[in-house]
Every structure is written in structure tokens, then in C-alpha cells.
């Protein structure tokens, strides 16, 4: 197990039946839908979502899976980028460090996608858009770090929040 991040394009809502597997069809042809995706709002991070609509189906333009890693390695990741941000390090019950620290401020860069599930749910267009300004406001400083595969996921989500930038979404699973 672990986490999956895909990113997708120009949504547009769809109305359709579902197969008896749930997966959506076309209703008058009876035939299983492919370039669609149906979104969820992770409950605990309403606000990522932005104006999509929860368990609607959605056709896609463009569709990339962007990153492919075990929590625990998602995890380390994300506290290196909130220390990369210059969020102070903080401490809650047993765990300590960088994400932490943001989770103690409202806002700043990458704030929604550090203070975000590390295993399901929807960030929406508006939220990538500004997700991908924090990607390339701090490409430079990022460049400085001299784990190689650090800078490939940050490249690679930095490319899913281009990519849902465009009337999109970043989808965790």
C-alpha cells in the first residue's frame, strides 16, 4: 500500500449511470465511461476542494499519474518541503518537526497541500493554481538540495499542480 497522486484537466461534469461495479457508464448506450474520474472531498480538509462538487463525475481532458510512493517516504518528503518553506519546527503529543509547525499557522507556502491528507481525497482547480505558484517560487531554492530524488517528486508535483491548475484537480488515492 501507499499513495497515489494523480493529476487532471479541463473537467467538465457529466451525467451517467454506473455499472453493478460502480464504475460510471454512459446511460444511453450502456457502455463504461474511461476518461472520467469521480471526486471526493476529504472531510477533514474542506477547503482544498474548492468549487467541485463531492462524488460527482467528472470527464478529464488530460489525465497523469505524478507520483507513486509509500506513506512513510510521502511523509519525509512533505516535512522536507515544509522546511524548505520555513515553517518552524513544532511539536504535538509524539510527533515533532517542520509539518508540524505549519499546522500551527494559517497560511503560507504549500500550507494546503503540507496541512492535506497523506492518503485520500480532492484538491481542487483554484488551490493547484496557487499550489503550482508555490512550486515555482521556490524551484530555485529547491534546486539547492542535493537529494536527487527529492528534487524528482518536486518536480513530478509541481507538474500534477500545473497540469490541475487548468479547470483540474491533484487526486490522492
Not at 15 to 40: K, N
Not at 140 to 155: G, P, R, T
Amino acid at each position: 500500500m501507499g499513495l497515489d497522486i494523480t493529476a487532471v484537466s479541463g473537467l467538465q461534469k457529466i451525467d451517467c449511470g454506473f455499472t453493478s461495479d460502480e464504475e460510471p457508464m454512459d446511460m444511453a448506450t450502456g457502455q463504461e465511461i474511461t476518461d472520467c474520474v469521480r471526486l471526493y472531498r476529504n472531510t477533514s480538509f474542506p477547503c482544498q476542494f474548492d468549487d467541485l462538487e463531492d462524488g460527482v463525475v467528472y470527464r478529464y481532458a488530460q489525465r497523469k499519474r505524478c507520483y507513486k510512493a509509500s506513506y512513510r517516504g510521502y511523509n519525509r518528503w512533505r516535512e522536507a518541503l515544509a522546511k524548505l518553506a520555513e515553517y518552524p519546527h513544532g511539536e504535538y503529543e509524539e510527533f515533532t518537526g517542520h509539518q508540524i509547525g505549519a499546522f500551527g499557522v494559517e497560511a503560507g507556502p504549500f500550507h494546503e497541500l503540507i496541512c492535506f491528507s497523506d492518503c485520500e481525497g480532492t484538491i481542487g482547480p483554484k488551490t493547484s493554481a496557487k499550489l503550482y505558484q508555490d512550486f515555482c517560487d521556490f524551484q530555485d531554492k529547491a534546486n539547492l538540495s542535493e537529494d536527487v530524488a527529492w528534487i524528482k517528486n518536486y518536480y513530478a508535483l509541481k507538474e500534477a499542480f500545473q497540469i490541475a491548475s487548468d479547470n483540474g484537480a491533484v487526486i490522492f488515492s
